[in-house]
């Protein structure tokens, strides 16, 4: 049966009973919108009731038959007034063949339950006309696919919220409003499919700036399958890299990773490049962490991705330094030495290069000689150069290592080990 079908034997062929209907629900939301005297114990110990629904239909739009997804929410107080109407619409996914409506009636529920999260309630009654959704939680029914994995993990974190919470089973008469506000969807959704000279075209809203963009031009993070447009994915993905951080998805208090390979068609080629730079970084520990010395390389590498890079006949050769110290660069295969992080000096030790003139010439001399001029200060676990630019002596550097900007001393547990001062006031006050 169609959904159009069910929804008319859900609430009847009489059109005057459907006109009053709509009257009620019109009158429930002026009502709701009127304001009430406040109560000490009313909103910590009422038990509100929320309604929702989650439909799948086939719809033709230009001779091309598509499944569109619809949820309906409604949420009434103690004295059945209503609070808040939601609805929900998006193009059901042709991986998923067989799963649709399990899929939409958790989302219903996702979606439902954000709403009462969203408007402050702790205490809840949810009622729907299908258990699905139910067995799934309860563990009576096993998981059929990664998805619908996803969604129960959610639905298990969501509901952790409410102090009080409880799953009713009605009929479809008893949930009509919220079946025809998730009828009302799909309608909705289906209208914003447009004829074009390439075909069928397919519009989906981003809900960060709720305009409506082709469904290529939509970026789904894999692991909560929240959904944004192409465009503002970018511009978070950039700001978040700006920032130093990896980027999250941007949906309130949803800390899933973006997966590096999906976020190639967001970014340009340089910025992923750099994202892909950030990755790596944050999987090697800041004592393992080389960098080739070679100013048109500067490659990012661990010390035990370096050492296999290196042929163990060379960097097991002994020199006038004992052990040899000689890497090969993995991107560069220019030699440097492990040790004192400078090109390779054969049959010359450490200390007796630092001493040279060669060493006094290059580039690492000189920028250490400009450290010491600036007065910046070089992290003693990473060992790359911090500069303070306003703020307190107590630096936190990107690797983890806490210490005095003035002595290079440890924090531990966040305290100073030493007697320096903590601030300058010409630091902290900006001009």
């Not at 230009?62 to 499944?67: D, H, I, L, T, Y």
């Not at 970014?267 to 730079?277: C, D, Q, T, V």
């Not at 097991?316 to 030495?337: L, P, W």
């Not at 703020?391 to 100073?416: L, N, P, S």
Request: aromatic share 10%; with cysteine; hydrophobic share 35%.
């Amino acid at each position: 049966m169609e959904v159009a079908d069910e929804l008319a034997a859900a609430i009847g062929a009489d059109p005057d009973e459907d006109f009053a209907f709509q009257l009620q629900m019109q009158e429930a939301v002026t009502a709701s919108l009127t304001p009430k005297p406040s109560s000490s114990s009313s909103s910590n110990d009422d038990v509100f009731k929320v309604y929702f629904k989650g439909l799948v239909s086939d719809e033709t739009v230009s001779n091309v038959k598509m499944s569109f997804a619809g949820i309906g929410v409604a949420v009434f107080d103690a004295s059945d007034c209503c609070l808040v109407k939601a609805r929900k619409s998006y193009l059901v996914d042709a991986d998923s063949p067989g799963t649709e409506d399990e899929l939409v009636e958790l989302e219903g529920l996702i979606e439902a339950l954000n709403v009462a999260v969203n408007h402050g309630l702790k205490r809840v009654r949810v009622f729907s006309d299908c258990n699905s959704g139910y067995r799934y939680l309860t563990r009576k029914r096993k998981r059929t696919s990664s998805k619908i994995a996803t969604l129960i993990d959610q639905l298990n974190d969501i509901q952790s919220k409410f102090i009080y919470y409880e799953r009713f089973h009605v009929k479809k008469n008893d949930i009509r409003f919220v079946y025809e506000l998730a009828r009302d969807a799909i309608t909705f959704e289906a209208a914003n499919w447009d004829n074009s000279d390439s075909g069928m075209t397919i519009t989906e809203q981003c809900t960060i700036c709720f305009e409506y963009v082709v469904s290529d031009q939509i970026f789904s993070v894999n692991k909560c399958l929240h959904r944004y447009c192409f465009s503002c994915m970018r511009k978070h993905a950039e700001a978040k890299l700006l920032q130093g951080k990896l980027p999250e998805c941007p949906h309130e208090k949803c800390e899933s990773k973006i997966e590096i390979e999906s976020c190639k068609k967001l970014l340009e080629p340089e910025l992923y490049k750099i994202l892909r730079s950030r990755v790596k970084e944050a999987s090697i520990r800041p004592s393992d962490k080389v960098y080739c010395p070679f100013s048109n390389c500067s490659a990012l590498m661990s010390k035990d991705e370096v050492k296999e890079h290196t042929p163990a006949s060379s960097s097991s050769s002994s020199t006038a330094a004992g052990e040899s110290g000689m890497r090969k660069c993995v991107e560069c295969n220019c030699r440097f030495c492990i040790n004192c992080k400078v090109p390779w000096h054969d049959n010359v030790t450490c200390s007796d290069y630092m001493k040279s003139f060669l060493f006094q010439s290059s580039n690492e001399a000189k920028l250490k000689s400009l450290a010491t001029k600036e007065g910046w200060r070089e992290c003693k676990n990473c060992m790359n150069l911090v500069e303070l630019a306003s703020g307190c002596y107590h630096i936190d550097c990107r690797c983890g290592y806490q210490f005095c900007y003035t002595c290079g001393a440890e924090w531990v547990d966040k305290k100073q080990t030493c007697g320096c001062r903590l601030w300058d006031e010409h630091n902290i006050i900006y001009a």
